[in-house]
């Protein structure tokens, strides 16, 4: 799912949301663009919506892919995880960038993931290509950090393990969602001439 942060004028855009998704995010007085990572004409228009509605993109959340697991592998699926993971990610971040220079603050946020390490654990029963799919994804992140800093945006990649997304979830050993949310909140409050790159996370022992 993507994020689309507008901060002063308090708006959140997201794509990919179910129809009950987007019923809710309206009655709490905001919207949801549909956006399909996968189809460059899709993510296209996705930004010049979001452009003709805000103006301009603070925070650009990529937290879209898709996960395949060794029991799911078809072709097909493995274009669509290398497609959703890596192109998905390079797409919308082509596409939001002028959106990203009118902000006076602008931030690109990418959740990548441990598996993109070589340090991956062994244990996970994603496929090979959805390793492949954040590698790339996490490789991009790093050289756009590094070609974008003249401009002032910054680009933060997070390589979390697999971490529980419960609401009510104890932060008494395994990584919560809600500790990852606080690390992107860390990064993009920080002055402007810090730039956090990335995040790497050690994951609990099995």
Not at 10 to 20: I, L, N
Not at 46 to 71: I, K, M, P, Q, Y
Not at 101 to 127: C, G, K, N, Q
Request: glycine fraction near 6%.
């Amino acid at each position: 799912m993507q994020h689309l942060g507008h901060e002063r004028g308090g708006h959140r855009w997201r794509q990919g949301f179910r129809a009950h998704d987007r019923a809710a995010v309206r009655r709490a007085g905001r919207d949801a663009l549909r956006c399909d990572l996968t189809d460059p004409v899709s993510v296209r228009e996705c930004a010049e919506r979001t452009g003709e509605l805000l103006g301009h993109v603070d925070v650009l959340v990529n937290n879209a892919a898709g996960f395949l697991a060794e029991s799911q592998v078809d072709d097909a699926a493995i274009v669509r995880t290398i497609l959703s993971g890596t192109a998905g990610t390079v797409l919308m971040t082509e596409s939001f960038l002028p959106l990203l220079r009118r902000s006076e603050r602008p931030d690109v946020v990418t959740l990548v993931s441990l598996e993109a390490e070589s340090r991956s654990d062994p244990a996970h029963i994603a496929h090979a290509a959805f390793h492949a799919a954040k590698a790339g994804q996490g490789r991009y992140a790093e050289i756009m950090s590094q070609r974008l800093r003249p401009e002032g945006i910054r680009m933060i990649a997070l390589y979390p393990p697999d971490f529980d997304n419960s609401d009510d979830a104890a932060r008494d050993g395994v990584l919560t969602a809600r500790s990852v949310a606080d690390c992107v909140l860390f990064a993009v409050n920080q002055p402007r001439d810090c730039f956090i790159r990335s995040f790497h996370f050690e994951p609990m022992p099995r």
